[in-house]
T-cell receptor
Framework: KNEVEQSPQNLTAQEGEFITINCSYS?????LHWLQQHPGGGIVSLFM???GKKKHGRLIATINIQEKHSSLHITASHPRDSAVYIC??????????????FGTGTRLTIIP | DTGVSQNPRHKITKRGQNVTFRCDPI?????LYWYRQTLGQGPEFLTY????????KSRLLSDRFSAERPKGSFSTLEIQRTEQGDSAMYLC????????????FGSGTRLTVV
């Protein structure tokens, strides 16, 4: 079992729909990242969370430390949101080096 | 600042050849990380540097792999005697020590071994 599990693996939705991507992890963490990866490989950091909730534009990220779970929400989804969304954690074991452990990603496709 | 720069973006090489990739981190970042991502998977940690010191290497990094950061600025990742299983996206990231500040990824180098 991977330390970081994401669901769903693939998600297709109509433009305008509310999107939720889930991330569960099995280790104690000091931080969780949500990342976006477009075709071609470049990764963009969307959020870094250690507790609570963060919002940026149409994106909202939440984390529940006790339940070891985080969600990424996209409101009013748009075709340009189509990408792979990756959850990554910094475990307490890696507190000194800030090494990340990644989920396998959720491929999101928004249809116009 | 232009962010984290990786070169080349794509590399196609024949099995058995050596390849070298370069990563230029954000200038004030003292930490630099290399990750490898195979198709359909999340990135996996390979190694990281704090300044010029290589502080950790993953067991994924076989003897054919070597990474350097000679002056604490840019880094190179060399793969000797490439194998088809080395085909992957090689990602570089940099950050400032302490508190996960400014963790920034490059666009990656996609290696195809034929």
């Amino acid at each position: 079992k991977n330390e970081v599990e994401q669901s769903p693996q693939n998600l297709t939705a109509q433009e305008g729909e509310f999107i939720t991507i889930n991330c569960s992890y099995s280790v104690g963490i000091s931080a969780l990242h949500w990342l976006q990866q477009h075709p071609g490989g470049g990764i963009v950091s969307l959020f870094m969370l250690s507790s609570g909730k963060k919002k940026h534009g149409r994106l909202i990220a939440t984390i529940n430390i006790q339940e070891k779970h985080s969600s990424l929400h996209i409101t009013a989804s748009h075709p340009r949101d189509s990408a792979v969304y990756i959850c990554a954690v910094r475990s307490w074991a890696n507190f000194g080096n800030e090494k990340l452990t990644f989920g396998t990603g959720t491929r999101l496709t928004i249809i116009p | 600042d232009t962010g984290v720069s990786q070169n080349p973006r794509h590399k196609i090489t024949k099995r058995g050849q050596n390849v070298t990739f370069r990563c230029d981190p954000i200038s004030e970042h003292n930490r630099l990380y290399w990750y490898r991502q195979t198709l359909g998977q999340g990135p996996e940690f390979l190694t990281y540097f704090q300044n010029e010191a290589q502080l950790e290497k993953s067991r994924l990094l076989s003897d054919r792999f070597s990474a350097e950061r000679p002056k604490g600025s840019f880094s190179t990742l060399e793969i000797q005697r490439t194998e088809q299983g080395d085909s992957a996206m090689y990602l570089c990231a940099s950050s400032l020590t302490g508190g996960f500040r400014g963790y920034t990824f490059g666009s990656g180098t996609r290696l195809t071994v034929v």
